[in-house]
């Protein structure tokens, strides 16, 4: 997409439901991260499970107060969760090593992650933009899409 677009400045989140692959997903996260993009949540965007990585990923954070976010804990394919591997074992630390480049500090990253795997994996616990806020930096957004250099939204 960004070699089709190379204008692309704000990725538009509106129905993010998540991911099957948080490795991949991680990755995107990185390059959306290195790119300097922004992310935004529009009033009635919802951004859940993996898709908060990506909001967390932006340069700038914009969501409306009517966005929503959620967030469980992982399981991978034998259905193990967070709380069953070390908690600095490879499975934890990679989470808390993206936070980190994401811009959390060590205690911050814990304790987000923490916060995430506080909810079993078949179920969620959903957050506010504001409660997001209490994470990280999110500025409101003026109600309307962010322009774009080249006249796209990201959806």
Do not use: Q
Request: net charge negative; hydrophobic share 40%; with cysteine.
């Amino acid at each position: 997409m960004l070699h089709a677009f190379p204008g692309i400045k704000v990725i538009e989140m509106v129905e993010c439901p998540g991911t099957d692959d948080d490795r991949a997903n991680l990755r995107l996260g990185m390059m959306i991260h290195a790119r300097g993009l922004t992310t935004h949540v529009p009033e009635g965007g919802s951004v859940r499970s993996g898709a908060v990585e990506l909001f967390l990923a932006g340069k700038d954070h914009l969501a409306e107060p009517g966005a929503e976010f959620a967030v469980h804990s992982w399981a991978d394919e034998f259905g193990l969760e967070p709380k069953d591997y070390a908690a600095d074992a490879p499975e934890n630390r990679i989470y808390i090593d993206y936070y980190r480049e994401m811009g959390m500090s060590e205690a911050e990253a814990r304790s987000f992650y923490a916060m995430t795997n506080s909810v079993p994996n078949g179920d969620a616990k959903w957050l506010t933009t504001a409660d997001m806020a209490h994470w990280v930096r999110v500025d409101a957004a003026s109600g309307a899409p962010p322009k774009l250099d080249s006249g796209l939204a990201v959806n």
